[in-house]
């Protein structure tokens, strides 16, 4: 089973921070890497796929970077609706695990 | 656009087994080459993905669970669902349903799960 880790689990960030999140696959998982956001009660929502591309009417001050065993998650410039858990996931040979996700907050 | 609705009982005894439906509405369930897929979460903890099937009938299940898992579809009515065997009190958590993007065939790719339910939470106690 390929395990995910993620760091930091949680941080707190001033309105306009750059904020990043990196996630580490425990083998090569090429760029088979997703990055989620969940609000308290909400499901989850897709922000970022194939470790790079942003999904369609996602800001763009969400991006992410990396291939792999090694990805990054960063948002440009925090704004408030941004404060939520953020969950990388990695698909591989048919199997997806999540990360233990990193909870954002604002300072 | 396409939407997903988790239904079922919200409590289930222990060593019974947890059955949910998950209702698609505004398409097809059976358009694009999309998988259907249930994750749960446990309060204040991450997400777990239990497995996916397509409408063919193919299925994948979280080597976990898998002893314990059966997801079915129904094509006729645009409803997958999920069936939990022996349940017990760590079973307790949100079930969600979700769209899923990917081909395991070349050309291969993985697009994340892009269209979730709003959840259901389900209790496992007596």
Do not use: H
Not at chain 1, 48 to 59: F, H, K, Q
Not at chain 2, 85 to 98: F, G, P, Q, R
């Amino acid at each position: 089973d390929i395990q995910m880790t993620q760091s930091p689990s949680s941080l707190s960030a001033s309105v306009g921070d750059r904020v990043t999140i990196t996630c580490q696959a425990s083998q090569d998982i090429s760029n088979y890497l997703n990055w989620y956001q969940q609000k308290p009660g909400k499901a989850p929502k897709l922000l970022i796929y194939d470790a790079s591309n942003l999904e369609t009417g996602v800001p763009s001050r969400f991006s992410g970077s990396g291939s792999g065993t090694d990805f990054t998650f960063t948002i440009s410039s925090l704004q408030p609706e941004d404060i939520a858990t953020y969950y990388c996931q990695q698909y591989d040979n048919l199997m997806v695990t999540f990360g233990p996700g990193t909870k954002v907050d604002i300072k | 656009q396409v939407q997903l609705q988790e239904s079922g009982p919200g409590l289930v005894k222990p060593s019974q087994t947890l059955s949910l439906t998950c209702t698609v509405s505004g398409g097809s369930i059976s358009s694009g080459s999309y998988y259907w897929s249930w994750i749960r979460q446990p309060a204040g903890k991450g997400l777990e993905w239990i497995g996916r099937i397509y409408t063919s009938g193919s299925t994948n299940y979280n080597p976990s669970l898998k002893s314990r898992v059966t997801i079915s579809v129904d094509t006729s009515k645009n409803q997958f669902s999920l069936k939990l065997s022996s349940v017990t009190a760590a079973d307790t958590a949100v079930y969600y349903c979700a769209r899923e993007a990917l081909s395991s065939s070349f050309p291969r790719y993985y697009y994340g799960m892009d269209v979730w339910g709003q959840g259901t939470t389900v209790t496992v106690s007596s």
